[in-house]
């Protein structure tokens, strides 16, 4: 079954971009049907989606967090990525990178997440 | 964006009791809803998907219904490893938004 990890820095500047990424093994990250998405976690606002790409690059994103987020797709390596940019404390979150079922579809599997902390 | 309302936010219960949890949406979403179960330290894991729909590998005890704005889980006999949280998820229109939670505690 697929299986997903994120990676990246566990500790941000304020201010600075948070950079996350996505490896896909068990399965490829091409598909015309699936997309894959980040979603994060704090104790305060609970879960909230970041965005979803699709392996063609066609990425949305939650209009909260349009203006600083860049989702992107490397098929050659069955990766995909997250830029946050000029991230400040509320930013801190267990993140998580996910595959979607289409047409609305329920999130399938998920990335065990991890930690970012914006902090100085 | 669509709001996802849950109660209750935690609740007691005891091994073999029947647990329903409920989910409102703001506007309607025919039925696309699905459910979760987060224990500590891990991600989310579907367990209903469509309102209805029972992933695979999930327990029978474990049911959703519904449509519309108002949505339920039901745990028919809790099991111990079901002592978790529970949280619900549309993605009827983008950004897909989730409900706050309900934490399913021993009594």
């Known amino acids: 079954q697929v299986q997903l990890q994120e990676s990246g820095p566990g500790l941000v500047k304020p201010s600075q971009t948070l950079s996350l990424t996505c490896t896909v093994s068990?399965?490829?990250?091409?598909?015309?049907?699936?997309?894959w998405s980040w979603i994060r976690q704090t104790a305060g606002k609970g879960l909230e989606w970041i965005g979803r790409?699709?392996?063609?690059?066609?990425?949305t994103y939650n209009p909260s967090l349009k203006s600083r987020v860049t989702l992107s797709v490397d098929t050659s390596k069955n990766q995909f990525s997250l830029k946050l940019t000029s991230v400040t404390a509320t930013d801190t979150a267990v993140y998580y990178c996910?595959?979607?079922?289409?047409?609305?579809?329920?999130?399938?599997?998920w990335g065990q997440g991890t930690l970012v902390t914006v902090s100085s | 964006d669509i709001q996802m309302t849950q109660s209750p936010s935690s609740l007691s219960a005891s091994v073999g009791d029947r647990v329903t949890i409920t989910c409102r949406a703001s506007q309607s979403i025919n039925t696309y809803l699905n459910w979760y179960q987060q224990k500590i330290g891990k991600a989310p894991k579907v367990l209903i998907y469509a309102a209805d729909g029972l992933q695979s590998e999930v327990p029978s005890r474990f049911s959703g219904s519904g449509s519309g704005t108002e949505f339920t889980l039901t745990i028919s006999s809790l099991q111990p490893e079901d002592f978790a949280t529970y949280y619900c998820q549309q993605t009827y229109s983008t950004p897909p938004t989730f409900g706050g939670g309900t934490k399913v505690e021993i009594k």
């Open positions: 996910a595959r979607d079922r289409p047409l609305g579809g329920a999130t399938d599997y």
């Open positions: 790409i699709y392996s063609s690059g066609s990425a």
């Open positions: 068990s399965g490829s990250i091409i598909s015309a049907d699936y997309s």
